[in-house]
Nanobody, 120 residues
Framework: QVQLVESGGGLVQAGVSLRLSCASSGRTFRNYAMGWLRQAPGKEREFVAHISKSGTGTYYAESVKGRFTISRDNAKNTMYLQMNSLKPEDTAVYYC?????????????WGQGTQVTVSS
């Protein structure tokens, strides 16, 4: 497993952009596919985006496609989520996750989460 720490959350107005970061400890970051998931109050955790181990493959939930971009820098052991045109319905705790299998949605290490609140 890897240790993951999210940062970059905050309170913003609708329409603006925000970038989340997920820093990983250790030297094995490149061996993990990564994902972002989120959980809104009173709702179940939902998938947001996934990126392959090399970073060449990405996949998004329909609700964020075209607005969010997932990326990673294996040299810096860090993953990012660029969120544009934020909407109030994007309000949630955002979690980064890592998985050895590479399967979308299959993760075995999780960060503590960072709060994103979008006001209308």
């Amino acid at each position: 497993q890897v240790q993951l720490v999210e940062s970059g959350g905050g309170l913003v107005q609708a329409g603006v952009s925000l970038r989340l970061s997920c820093a990983s400890s250790g030297r094995t970051f490149r061996n993990y596919a990564m994902g972002w998931l989120r959980q809104a109050p009173g709702k179940e955790r939902e998938f947001v985006a996934h990126i392959s181990k090399s970073g060449t493959g990405t996949y998004y939930a329909e609700s964020v496609k075209g607005r969010f971009t997932i990326s990673r820098d294996n040299a810096k052991n860090t993953m990012y989520l660029q969120m544009n045109s934020l909407k109030p319905e994007d309000t949630a705790v955002y979690y980064c996750a890592a998985g050895r299998t590479g399967i979308i949605g299959s993760y075995d290490s999780w960060g503590q989460g960072t709060q994103v609140t979008v006001s209308s």
